[in-house]
Every structure is written in structure tokens, then in C-alpha cells.
């Protein structure tokens, strides 16, 4: 028996929307972990950069999850979650106008917090 469909039409139009942007986001993420090594390379950068600017994520991700945890609980979940869209939409852009390895590390712990964000809305 298919539990989904014994749900309210309202929390199934919900939990759609839900999974489509769970599916999006990972799929936008994912689609940058073959190629960015490779374009961060291209633009001048030794192995050990390549590493740092990669990791750069992480540090994004740790600043700011605390503050968006906070921000979820105050506000809105869905406020959170939307941030967590919006830089994840905005931040693959900034890649393409640095040309510089200290400015894509800025890019890459601003793309961080998009999961940050995002993981913490929507797993609320």
C-alpha cells in the first residue's frame, strides 16, 4: 500500500516541493565536485591550493551553521532553507567571475554556508 497517497493533498503538494528542492540543491552541488579541482587548476592553482580552496566549504559550513540554527528557531525554517537555495543558485556565478585563488577561497566558504543553510531547514 502506498502511504503517500493517504496523506492530505496539502502536505503531498508540500513534501514534493520538498523532495524537488532536496534533489536540485544535492544535484547542483554534486555537478561542481568533478569539475571545480579542474577549473581551480586552470586558473593558476598548485595541488596544495586546489586542496585549500576545496576545503574553504567546510569552513563556511562550520561558521555559519550555528547562526542559522539560531536563525531557524527565531524565525522561519523556510526563511533558512530558502537562503540555503539562494546561495547555492548565486555562489556557482561567483566562480565564474574571480580569477584570483584568495577570492575563489571566499566563494567557495560564501557556497558553504548554502548547505549550512539548506541542511538545517530542511531537515526541520
Known amino acids: 500500500m502506498n502511504v503517500f497517497h493517504t496523506l492530505d493533498a496539502q502536505l503531498r503538494r508540500n513534501l514534493q516541493i520538498l523532495f524537488g528542492a532536496g534533489l536540485l540543491f544535492w544535484s547542483s552541488l554534486a555537478s ?31 561558521l555559519f551553521r550555528s547562526l542559522v540554527g539560531r536563525l531557524a528557531d527565531q524565525h522561519s525554517r523556510k526563511l533558512v532553507l530558502l537562503i540555503g537555495m539562494s546561495v547555492v543558485a548565486i555562489a556557482p556565478l561567483g566562480y565564474l567571475m574571480v580569477q584570483s585563488i584568495p577570492l575563489l577561497m571566499v566563494i567557495r566558504a560564501f557556497h558553504g554556508i548554502s548547505i549550512a543553510a539548506f541542511t538545517t531547514g530542511y531537515s526541520a
Open 32 to 62: 561542481l565536485l568533478p569539475t571545480l579541482p579542474l577549473y581551480i587548476e586552470d586558473v593558476g592553482a598548485t595541488r596544495q591550493q586546489i586542496g585549500l580552496v576545496m576545503g574553504c566549504f567546510a569552513i563556511g559550513l562550520l
